[in-house]
């Protein structure tokens, strides 16, 4: 089965940085993603790990160690557009030789970015 | 970049009423159509993975009767509630992965249900 855990809720400020935390734990890895969903709407893409390290994407980066079974969202210069709910979602491996299998999201972060 | 629309965004429908929801892709070609559901402040749980041509893969404690879906193309899913009742009330989701992507899932915008 799978099992992925990140905190309920963090708060931050304008321009902070935030770290956004996500552990898993799973039968079969098959590469790590990051979510943004604003309130009533669906989710939009943020990032992808399958290797360990650190992916830079402008403000956001996402880092995944494998061995850990851990991986964050780091959010620089946060603005206030940035309040939303993040997704934690790990892959796994298909079936029947596939790589391409369904992803399991964890229950989301809330971050409320504060004037 | 890839888009996937969802039709109707919000519907509210009386208890033992059927709603169908879709779910197209709309510039690119999908062989693989998910479908979730999510309620206030919890997560994406996936109901079902629909592929073209075929039947769709349910998850457990997902009611195919109940929740009956069609693929019966590479840009249209559909999803039916059959005989919807209050707590069937939640936010749908569907999401399309590119046919030769090796990651990626496009969501779409979501449909409200309320059943009254």
């Known amino acids: 089965g799978q099992n992925i855990d990140q905190p309920t809720e963090m708060t931050a400020t304008e321009g902070a940085i935030v770290q956004i935390n996500c552990t898993y734990q799973?039968?079969?890895?098959?590469?790590l993603f990051w979510y943004q969903q604003h309130a009533g709407e669906a989710p939009t893409f943020l990032s992808y790990?399958?290797?360990?390290g650190l992916e830079e994407k402008g403000r956001f980066s996402s880092f995944l160690s494998r061995s850990k079974g851990y991986s964050y969202l780091l959010l620089k210069e946060l603005q206030m557009k940035d309040s939303a709910s993040y997704l934690c979602?790990?892959?796994?491996?298909?079936?029947?030789?596939?790589?391409?299998?369904?992803?399991?999201f964890g229950r989301g972060t809330q971050l409320t970015v504060w004037p | 970049g890839a888009v996937v629309s969802q039709h109707p965004s919000r519907v509210i429908c009386k208890s033992g009423t059927s709603v169908k929801i879709e779910c197209r892709s709309l510039?690119?070609?999908?062989?693989?159509m998910f479908w979730y559901r999510q309620f206030p402040k919890k997560s994406l749980m996936l109901m079902a993975t629909?592929?073209?041509?075929?039947?769709?893969?349910?998850e457990q404690g997902v009611e195919k009767d109940k929740f009956l879906i069609n693929h019966a193309s590479l840009t249209l899913s559909t999803l039916t509630v059959t005989s919807a009742h209050p707590e069937d009330s939640s936010f749908y989701i569907c999401?399309?992965?590119?046919?030769?992507?090796?990651?990626?899932?496009?969501f779409g915008p979501g449909t409200r249900l309320t059943v009254t």
């Open positions: 979602a790990v892959r796994a491996k298909g079936s029947r030789g596939s790589t391409l299998g369904r992803l399991y």
């Open positions: 510039d690119f070609q999908a062989t693989t």
């Open positions: 629909s592929n073209e041509g075929s039947k769709a893969t349910y």
């Open positions: 790990n399958v290797l360990d």
């Open positions: 799973t039968s079969g890895f098959n590469g």
């Open positions: 999401s399309a992965r590119l046919a030769d992507s090796s990651y990626e899932q496009y």
